[in-house]
């Protein structure tokens, strides 16, 4: 089956199947949540992102492999509902952006920083700060090597627009010059978008909009 990033509470998981990687996608939680289970296919060693709600589906998921690691995209309440309970399951280590580890109730055991490595298995994220929607939001970008880069954007960038920044003229400058300088410019058109919450898109269909978000401030 051809990976869509089409997924719904409740409803079944879908697998993008990469050369090196897995990428499993499931939506969970009332404000439909995404939570991404990467797997390296060398090792079957596995990381999460972003253990959002209903830690049950979540560690059905996962399965008895179990998770290494787990990482929070950004601090709001939404994105770690299931924490305290996957990582009490499985162990994993905890990692979210260092201006956000603050804002988590679990610890974060590796504050990750801009350009900061995250390895699942043989497989390398490299995370990227966007500063705006929450001082420490963070984007991990897949570089694969057999193809396009892969972009796990949590509430930073999502099919026609970049995240919620409440109406802050300082804040929404601050993300869009982040999700443009560190996104759009060094990424192809081909990179594959996965957001925090509904479907998946690619730079390539949202680069042309970027005057239009300018200009609408949001």
Known sequence: MTYSGAVKVGGPADVHELPDLMITKVA?????NNAYLLRCRATDEQLLIDAANDAHT????????????????????DHWQALAEVVAATGARTYAGREDAEGIPVPTEVPVDDGDTIRVGRVELTARQLVGHTPGSIALVYD??????HVFTGDCLFPGGVGNTRKDPEAFASLIHDVETKIFAPLPDESWVYPGHGNDTTL????????EWHARGW
């Open 144 to 149: 694969d090597p057999h193809g396009h880069p």
């Open 204 to 211: 390539g269909a949202e680069r042309p909009h970027l005057p």
């Open 28 to 32: 969970v939680g009332p404000m439909n």
């Open 58 to 77: 979540l560690i059905t998921l996962i399965g008895d492999d179990g998770i290494a690691s787990v990482v929070t995209t950004h601090q709001h309440g």
